[in-house]
């Protein structure tokens, strides 16, 4: 009699043992999962950040490239040589 109230005692504190194992890897994996979430949704964030950032310009002057316009330095460079530099810094 006393080996089965000692079996059953003794597998009380295995199965809390075995559950709090099982709770400690859930919960390490929760971790992970949560920290892969919070770098994915940060990338999205900064991805976003970055494209509306490029996109300013486009807004705010509509689609004409003013910076990096190839006739405008075409046009400026054909001026210049054919008319000298005091008269670019003039036209200018």
């Not at 003013?66 to 003039?90: I, M, V």
């Amino acid at each position: 009699r006393s080996n089965s109230s000692s079996s059953s005692s003794n597998s009380v504190p295995i199965l809390g043992h075995m559950a709090f194992k099982l709770l400690q890897h859930c919960g390490r994996w929760l971790f992970v999962l949560a920290l892969v979430v919070a770098q994915v949704l940060f990338v999205t964030w900064f991805l976003w950040a970055a494209f509306k950032i490029r996109m300013y310009s486009v807004k705010d002057f509509g689609y004409i490239i003013h910076e990096f316009d190839p006739w405008f330095n075409f046009r400026t460079t054909e001026y210049l040589a054919e008319n000298g530099a005091s008269k670019f810094f003039k036209w200018y």
